[in-house]
């Protein structure tokens, strides 16, 4: 799975090393639509596999990873998850 997510090639995004254990409840970003709505796609019930990496070009810029057997998602996002932003929702 790291293989995997480290092929997509986003730029500014350092190479990932591990995953960890991720509790939907806690990264669950709420991201806005081209239409202004609001809507979260995980489940806050359900266990993660992902990780947090600071852009390479951007201050203050992380990249947010999650994947389990379905998908693959990355986002950016401002300090505690301000303005997130989907970049990528892969299905696996």
Do not use: H, W
Request: one cysteine or more.
């Amino acid at each position: 799975m790291i293989k995997e997510i480290n092929a997509l090639s986003i730029e500014g995004m350092p190479k990932l090393d591990k995953l960890n254990a991720l509790v939907g409840k806690y990264v669950n970003l709420e991201y806005t639509l081209p239409n202004g709505k609001q809507v979260k796609f995980l489940d806050d019930k359900t266990t993660y596999l992902g990780n947090q990496l600071e852009s390479e070009i951007v201050d203050g810029l992380c990249f947010g990873i999650l994947a389990n057997m379905d998908f693959i998602m990355v986002c950016t996002y401002e300090a505690y998850g301000k303005n997130p932003e989907l970049l990528v929702y892969k299905k696996r």
